[in-house]
């Protein structure tokens, strides 16, 4: 081969035992677009980047991650017990209990849609639409979310559900007993699924208390937050002399 040669994609190239081998990428001039060697960790640095992905919960980023996840726990812990309503006006035999008549069933159902829409408002004390209202809600939309009332709502609804399920509980154990619910496996069923949501009220009061301190704390802003530097007409220390303006001309010495 002369000296010089450029070949394009797909010439033929002589090899050493005379056979015709196909340019496997573009030399001389597009030398330069060759492909990059497969690192042996790329793919499962890409895995865990989707992985990463998967795993992350939408909320505002001054919002600690430990905040964040206690929010998103809080659906978690009542979706068995709304998942058993639902069995149970399914008709499932998941209880001795039987739903006589489509007034009990619909109860049944709204019941369960109700909890789990109380439990979702939670991630509104981590999120967007828990500090500005949306901008579909007539009158309200796009205005600021008062901290104080949207706090004291929260602690009064962890309060009355503490009061409400342990009561829930204390009939269930006590004075329905397993019998009125059914088979041992029934009732460990039930136990199973209504257990997770005593953590209800704790962790809806958590959240509440952190966004309380949030946006109402020393580091709470008043308005929108700059990212560019401090308000105009700020004075701002020299790194020479912090303890006197940057701009401020001294005495003129002789």
């Known amino acids: ?19 015709k081998l196909a340019v496997p990428y573009r030399t001389g ?37 430990w905040v964040v996840l206690t929010a998103h726990a809080v659906p978690l812990v009542c979706l068995p017990s709304a998942l058993w309503r639902l069995a149970f006006a399914a ?58 009332p949207a706090t004291a709502a929260a602690l009064l609804g962890a309060a009355a559900l503490a009061v409400l399920l342990a009561r829930v509980f204390h009939s269930n154990l006590t004075e329905v007993g397993q019998d009125g ?3 041992p496996a029934q009732f460990a069923l039930m136990l199973v699924c209504y257990i997770p949501m005593l953590a209800w009220p704790p962790l809806l009061a958590v959240v509440a208390v952190a966004y309380h301190r ?14 560019d530097g401090p308000p105009p007409g700020t004075p701002t220390a020299s790194a020479d002399s912090p303890s006197g303006p940057a701009d401020s001309p001294g005495p003129s010495g002789s």
């Open 29 to 65: 001039r597009g030398a330069d677009r060759r492909r990059p060697a497969r690192q042996p960790g790329s793919a499962l640095a890409r895995a865990g980047c989707q992985h990463g992905a998967m795993l992350s919960l939408k909320a505002l980023p001054e919002v600690p991650r």
């Open 1 to 19: 081969m002369a000296c010089g040669t450029h070949l394009s994609w797909g010439d033929p190239v002589p090899s050493p035992a005379g056979r």
């Open 214 to 227: 949030r946006r109402v704390g020393p580091r709470a802003g008043t308005g929108p937050r700059r990212t």
């Open 181 to 183: 619910i059914g088979t």
């Open 91 to 148: 008709g499932l035999p998941v209880t001795r209990l039987q739903l006589t008549d489509a007034a009990q069933v619909l109860y049944v159902l709204l019941l369960a849609v109700v909890s789990e829409g109380l439990a979702l408002l939670t991630l509104g004390l981590v999120q967007r639409w828990g500090e500005v209202f949306p901008r579909w809600m007539p009158l309200l939309g796009g205005r600021r979310v008062p901290p104080l």
